[in-house]
């Protein structure tokens, strides 16, 4: 029999609430500011001193501000896109999500592995890691992790 006892109760009602907050955001992020231009609600989403991180980002640990400037040099370029989540795993704080941008003109599909770390509902790091279509095929992350 599972012990139910309040402070467990509680403990797991608050977890899967985190979780659930964490997720909405990660959705956030992608519809409304990568796929809208929503750049009024990277204040909402991230923690003011969020760092970027990964390979060839000038904005790397510019806070919020170099993550507008980067979803505008996005949009500006592509103004058509859309990045759509293929696969997303949580563990602890941390949001990972492997995604494929749509809405381009033909050629290779771009993909990347986004990895989000939360403090507390929050966005504190954005580690953004663009990959090749053939290394995807070997990242199984679930698309919805319990």
């Known amino acids: 029999m ?15 609430s985190t979780r659930a907050r964490m997720v909405d955001t990660v959705y956030s992020y992608f519809d409304e ?11 909402a989403l991230t923690t003011p001193g969020i760092t970027l991180r990964g390979p060839a980002r000038p904005e790397s640990g510019a ?10 040099r996005l949009r500006g370029s592509a103004p ?10 949580i563990q602890g704080n941390k949001v990972a999500v492997r995604w494929r941008a749509e ?5 290779p599909v771009p993909r990347g592995l986004y990895v989000f770390v939360f403090e507390e ?26």
């Open 2 to 16: 599972l012990n139910e006892n309040p402070a467990n109760v509680e403990s797991s009602r608050r977890a899967r």
């Open 33 to 43: 500011v990568l796929g809208q231009g929503r750049l009024e609600l990277i204040d």
């Open 63 to 72: 806070g919020r501000e170099g993550l507008r400037r980067w979803v505008r």
């Open 80 to 89: 058509g896109i859309q990045v759509a989540m293929e696969r997303r795993a």
């Open 103 to 107: 809405g381009l003109p033909p050629g």
């Open 121 to 146: 509902d929050r966005v504190a790091e954005l580690w953004m890691h663009d990959l090749d279509a053939d290394s995807c095929s070997d990242a199984e992350l679930p698309l919805r992790a319990a």
